[in-house]
């Protein structure tokens, strides 16, 4: 799965702060995330998760279970409504 981010301008530092919670929360619920894959957190790989343009990021999710069954449903589930509880900065 994958945590996208899209602003009509460049991402801001609010952005940054919002999208450092979330990748924190979701890594929390090890019972359905086994890993997110921040590349934004690595300067030197920053350029992989972000837009050439800068309005966009990008983040991988591992959730549990194979596509299709209930786990993954669950999984999918859970990890939409971790982002759900935490609103986004206006324009987000």
């Not at 934004?40 to 194979?66: E, F, N, Q």
């Not at 449903?73 to 509880?85: F, L, Q």
């Amino acid at each position: 799965a994958y945590l996208i981010l899209e602003r009509d301008g460049q991402l801001t530092d609010q952005d940054r702060a919002y999208y450092d919670q979330l990748v924190t929360a979701l890594r929390a619920d090890s019972q359905h995330v086994y890993d997110v894959v921040d590349w934004w957190r690595i300067p030197a790989a920053a350029d992989a998760a972000v837009s050439k343009d800068r309005h966009v990021v990008t983040a991988t999710l591992r959730l549990d279970g194979m596509v299709g069954t209930s786990e993954a449903v669950a999984s999918i589930a859970a990890a939409r409504g971790i982002v759900a509880k935490k609103p986004p900065p206006d324009g987000l």
